[in-house]
């Protein structure tokens, strides 16, 4: 069987998605282990898994990396590289906006400490999650992600596909970072700071979309040669392309945003700070300010 359809698996995306999750729960299990080692009694591997993450945690990560594999693969895989406009931007949307953030709310806030600890992860990430520059980052890989010239190489070369694909979910991690305040210190975006910043992250990739939708003729030559296998015309999966990747980046955006005001309402009205600043974020601080003289010298 040949055409968009035929059965292509890509073991190297099943490779890493199984690769995270053994990383994920041997890191949970090891740091369970040194968690009790003083305790003075053997618990059960999955006793030890539970003791260092919530539930709710792991079903997330699970659920983040199952989306990814599935994003990668057959048949979607196939469609997004060589035959649907469709196909590929749904793929990219909901890689950036399901998949990676997912698999970061599924990360405990041990875990997140301990990765984001030496000193030039922490400068980096403390800079590019900055709600300007991270903005800038996402909104512009999404942009490029969608320029003819970029969507042709993706389509004939499988290592150029990757390295979009790599682009793509890294600037998706430092938007979701500074959304989510994920990052340790005590220097977070408020809530309204939050909603207002996932509400431009919404708003300023879809300037390009107004010419998609309205465009009178195909501007990917390469789907344009491919997309009669589907039996649709070149400018319709354009135009659906461009609407659905609207719906899925408004909903879960906007949802987002939904979810963070109403979690906050529940705080204040059990009378706690909606945005309260743990001694994780203190010590982070801390160890922020003894650095500062190292790298001033």
């Avoid at 282990?33 to 030890?48: L, M, V």
């Amino acid at each position: 069987m040949t055409g968009p359809f035929a059965l292509s698996i890509n073991y190297s995306s099943l490779v890493l998605g199984l690769g995270l999750l053994g990383v994920y729960y041997i890191s949970l299990y090891r740091h369970g282990r040194r968690q009790t080692r003083h305790i003075g009694r053997r618990f059960r591997t999955r006793e030890y898994i539970s003791l260092c993450s919530l539930k709710k945690e792991r079903l997330w990560f699970v659920l983040g990396v199952v989306i990814l594999v599935l994003l990668t693969n057959y048949p979607i895989e196939n469609l997004a590289r060589s035959y649907s406009v469709m196909a590929y931007l749904s793929q990219n949307l909901l890689l950036m906006l399901a998949a990676v953030p997912l698999m970061l709310i599924g990360l405990p806030k041990w875990m997140i400490l301990k990765l984001t600890r030496p000193r030039w992860i922490d400068l980096f990430l403390t800079h590019a999650t900055r709600p300007v520059l991270s903005t800038f980052i996402f909104s512009g890989s999404l942009v490029a992600s969608m320029l003819s010239d970029v969507v042709t190489q993706q389509s004939k070369n499988t290592l150029f596909r990757t390295s979009v694909e790599v682009e793509l979910i890294t600037a998706a991690a430092l938007m979701w970072i500074a959304a989510l305040s994920l990052m340790p210190g005590a220097h977070h975006m408020t809530i309204m700071g939050r909603v207002i910043y996932l509400f431009a992250q919404s708003i300023l990739p879809s300037f390009p979309a107004f010419v998609l939708i309205f465009a009178q003729h195909s501007f990917y030559p390469i789907y344009a040669s491919h997309i009669s296998a589907l039996g649709i015309s070149a400018v319709a999966d354009q135009e659906t392309g461009r609407g659905l990747s609207k719906i899925i980046s408004l909903g879960i955006l906007w949802g987002t945003s939904v979810v963070i005001l109403i979690r906050a309402s529940q705080y204040e009205q059990r009378g706690a700070d909606p945005e309260p600043i743990s001694m994780d974020d203190l010590e982070r601080e801390f160890i922020r300010s003894e650095r500062k003289p190292k790298y001033q010298g």
